[in-house]
């Protein structure tokens, strides 16, 4: 496998500024066996991450080839191109590496209701109690995700807001188009108190908006176990 040199990391990290990406970060992802072959890609940022999601939406191949060549940094796009040509899975595999390490990995969000006598361990007892103080009448929820730092305490959305939330998501998976940002707003405003800024924690890995969308829907009573029996 042919790994980059220093040269070329630098002359990638460049790139990824001429190209107007949102930093000069760049992600190594390596294919091993049998591919062997490594590329120099742009990680996902907010808005790349929006815009992905969007394209998801329309078809998955699609978007995964896109993604692969509008982030492509090393090597040549047209050698990048000539390894896909022989494993054409090669842009999915790359794609689901930067989703990866964008913060969509497979774990379930925990969503807890607050426990003022027993908070998260970046709160104290009384930072929690004066939070149910100054939301009282209303639900608190832990939502934590540890393995990607992902921490807040949401506020329940009231039954109006939480139905505007959802119907504004399901009109945009239905179009491909603004789905991040139809719930964005609703979801946001829901958050309380973070450890670190909840932008700061979207800034750094972009795909744990995901999560605090299930944690969204689940504090409006989505996916609630069910039982049921014919009487």
């Not at 390596?30 to 990680?43: G, M, N, R, T, Y």
């Amino acid at each position: 496998m042919k790994l980059p040199t220093a040269e070329e990391i630098a002359a990638a990290k460049s790139a990824a500024i001429d190209k107007g990406f949102s930093s000069a970060a760049v992600q190594l992802v390596e294919l091993v066996a049998p591919i062997d072959a490594a590329f120099l890609v742009a990680p996902f940022d907010r808005a790349g991450y929006a815009k992905y999601v969007d394209a998801l939406h329309r078809d998955t191949l699609t978007a995964h080839g896109g993604v692969f060549a509008s982030r492509m940094l090393w090597p040549v796009l047209s050698d990048a191109m000539k390894i896909r040509d022989a494993w054409p899975a090669t842009p999915s595999e790359v794609v689901k590496e930067l989703e990866r390490a964008a913060g969509n990995v497979n774990e379930v969000v925990s969503v807890a209701r607050l426990d003022v006598k027993a908070p998260p361990e970046w709160l104290d007892e009384k930072a929690a109690q004066a939070l149910a103080d100054a939301h009282r009448g209303g639900v608190l929820w832990t939502v934590e995700l540890r393995s990607q730092e992902l921490a807040c305490i949401m506020r329940a959305p009231l039954p109006d807001t939480w139905l505007a939330a959802v119907a504004a998501d399901n009109t945009a998976r239905a179009l491909g188009k603004g789905v991040a940002a139809s719930m964005e707003g609703f979801i946001l405003e829901t958050v309380v108190a973070a450890p670190v800024k909840i932008e700061a924690q979207l800034d750094r890995r972009p795909a744990l908006f995901t999560d605090l969308r299930r944690a969204f829907l689940k504090m409006g009573g989505d996916g609630v176990q069910v039982r049921s029996k014919r009487l």
